[in-house]
């Protein structure tokens, strides 16, 4: 069970980017222009470090995996949609992921004690939605993309093709305010600002317009539920339960 | 009970030729074409049969298991299964099939096969005290015990084989396919799991679906079979008939009490093996009281057994027919 517990530490590490980016930026003082100074860059990378603990996603991964080992057929025949199993082992994992998260945030407190800070509880409230809306939005775009592994048979090859902008839209490497205003308009017009910057700035006090950035959450997941069962269903038609 | 009509599938395939050329080929002008896996079935099955898939490598007997239970999309043709179209997947129709893999599993690999159980029974809308009662009971007929309690990558293959079915079968479902449930199991496990699948029809009524490599889990559970060959059915009734029909002869093994010479026994019948003082003979079965006796009347012998020939011999050699016809 050893292997286990590393493993779980491993991967509570794995999402430390965050703080990398924090150091980068911290150290050639361009956390100016972006019109934080360094305790907001720190909270602001913490926050998205704390976001991204609770929304990542692999569903693609695993559900390849079980489509092309022939696991899914089982589950294919049980009263219970797959994409639950997927749900409920992201959330037995954010449950596990918790106390690593709290233990990293402590240990930057420690690193950083000038960027201490303590969200007000209906900051904390919010912020704890917007994540989890987040969550639901990432799994609901990577389940579009496992879907088409009823075509591809190698989806998660595609999932490059979320994971890229994810990556540079999210706020995951540099606070969006940074971004050029014309790039940042472009930017809101898709998911992935509502992924990590919008949770981010809610949890790290910084100025954002709550109602608009909840609607934008609400819009997209109202968008991709039908597409993911739409996809889902057609999907299906073309199962071949290989390997099983 | 299950009606299966006129039922065919196609798998569409392309092919890719060896090297970079083909590679390419394969990537920008993929010719595509339609491969028949089953093609025009028809059957029906009445609750509370036990009827067994035989076929070779290959020759649909998955594909049609695949198609009564909900996974695949018949082509064309029709599939009714306890009053309900498999494909739609409903949960009242979910609810009363189970299907069993030898080869796969669905308990969760790092914990204990009463985790996975727990998650089944919630699954299907079980409570505690049914998923309990259930669980015992299975357990008992199945032999398990502190297995249960065990993380699943520790049980032997038997073990997990085992609990799979138990698994399987939580939601009390009225329809079983079984895909090769004692592949890889050896001889006791394999006996152990036949045994259970007998009891659990006589005392279920459940109707079991069984393919099998294994000839002795035919013999031993299927009245009925079902042979399928090349996507076609080939067979479909009575194991008994279908031997007699293959082999009209029977086997009579003999030991002497003294060498004899092959010649002294041409006239009861084929001789299949003559080794020192054991001869055995295909007699015809009109003619296997007379040849019996006049064999104890002619000769000293110490035993006599009459047999039929090998099953799996038999249905061999209808495969092979097939291939031929």
Not at chain 1, 46 to 63: G, K, P, Y
Not at chain 2, 64 to 79: A, D, N
Not at chain 2, 114 to 138: C, P, Q, T
Not at chain 2, 279 to 297: E, G, I, M, P, Q
Request: proline share 5%.
């Amino acid at each position: 069970m050893l292997e286990y517990r590393i493993e779980i530490a491993l991967w509570a590490l794995s999402g430390v980017l965050p703080f990398i980016m924090f150091s980068l930026w911290s150290q050639n003082d361009v956390g100016n222009s972006f019109g934080l100074n360094d305790i907001g860059l720190a909270r602001y990378f913490l926050s998205a470090f704390l976001v991204r603990q609770f929304s990542v996603v692999w569903v693609v991964f695993s559900f390849e995996e079980d489509s092309l080992s022939g696991r899914l057929s089982p589950y294919l025949l049980q009263p219970l949609h797959p994409l639950f199993r997927y749900v409920a082992s992201h959330l037995a994992e954010q449950a596990t992921r918790l106390p690593f998260a709290i233990a990293i945030a402590i240990t930057f407190f420690i690193l950083n004690p000038s960027s201490f800070w303590l969200p007000s509880l209906p900051q904390l409230f919010l912020a704890y939605l917007s994540t989890h809306f987040a969550f639901t939005i990432a799994f609901l775009l990577q389940s579009l993309v496992a879907a088409l592994c009823f075509w591809t048979e190698k989806s998660s090859a595609l999932e490059r093709l979320i994971f890229v902008p994810y990556l540079f839209l999210s706020g995951l490497l540099v606070p969006l305010s940074a971004f050029p205003s014309n790039v940042l308009k472009v930017a809101m017009l898709t998911p992935f600002p509502y992924l990590i910057n919008f949770p981010a700035k809610i949890l790290s006090a910084m100025p954002v317009n709550i109602f608009n950035g909840f609607l934008a959450q609400f819009l997209w997941i109202l968008i991709l539920v039908p597409s993911v069962n739409i996809l889902w269903k057609l999907g299906l038609k073309r199962y071949t339960a290989m390997g099983a | 009970m299950i009606v299966v009509d006129q039922l065919s599938k196609y798998y569409r395939v392309a092919n890719k030729q060896p090297g970079f050329k083909g590679t390419l080929k394969h990537f920008f002008d993929r010719k595509t074409y339609d491969v028949p896996a089953i093609t025009d079935i028809s059957f029906k099955i009445s609750s509370g049969e036990v009827v067994g898939f035989l076929g070779a490598n290959g020759a649909g007997k998955t594909t049609l298991l695949k198609m009564m239970c909900g996974l695949i999309h018949p082509s064309t043709g029709l599939v009714d299964v306890v009053g309900f179209s498999p494909q739609r997947r409903q949960t009242a129709f979910l609810k009363e099939i189970t299907l069993v893999m030898g080869q796969k599993q669905q308990l969760i690999w790092d914990l204990p096969p009463m985790d996975s159980f727990y998650v089944n029974a919630a699954v299907y809308g079980l409570s505690d005290h049914e998923a309990n009662l259930r669980i015992n009971e299975l357990a008992e007929m199945l032999e398990l015990g502190e297995e249960l309690t065990r993380p699943v990558r520790k049980l032997s293959l038997g073990q997990r084989m085992k609990s799979e079915i138990l698994a399987a079968l939580l939601h009390k479902p009225s329809v079983l396919f079984l895909d090769e449930p004692t592949l890889g199991l050896d001889v006791n496990a394999q006996a152990r799991v036949r045994s259970f699948l007998s009891e659990y029809n006589k005392r279920t009524g459940a109707t079991i679906l069984l393919t099998s490599h294994y000839m002795a889990d035919i013999t031993a559970l299927c009245p009925r079979v079902i042979c399928i060959h090349k996507g076609k059915l080939f067979y479909d009734g009575d194991l008994d008939l279908l031997a007699n029909s293959l082999s009209p002869s029977r086997e009579v093994k003999v030991e002497l009490k003294n060498p004899c010479a092959s010649e002294q026994f041409e006239k009861y019948g084929e001789i299949q093996d003559l080794n020192d003082r054991f001869v055995c003979l295909l007699v015809s079965r009109d003619k296997l009281t007379d040849v019996v006796s006049n064999l104890l009347t002619d000769f000293d012998i110490i035993d006599l057994e009459i047999s039929d020939p090998p099953i799996d011999q038999l249905i061999g050699e209808l495969f092979k027919k097939g291939e031929v016809n």
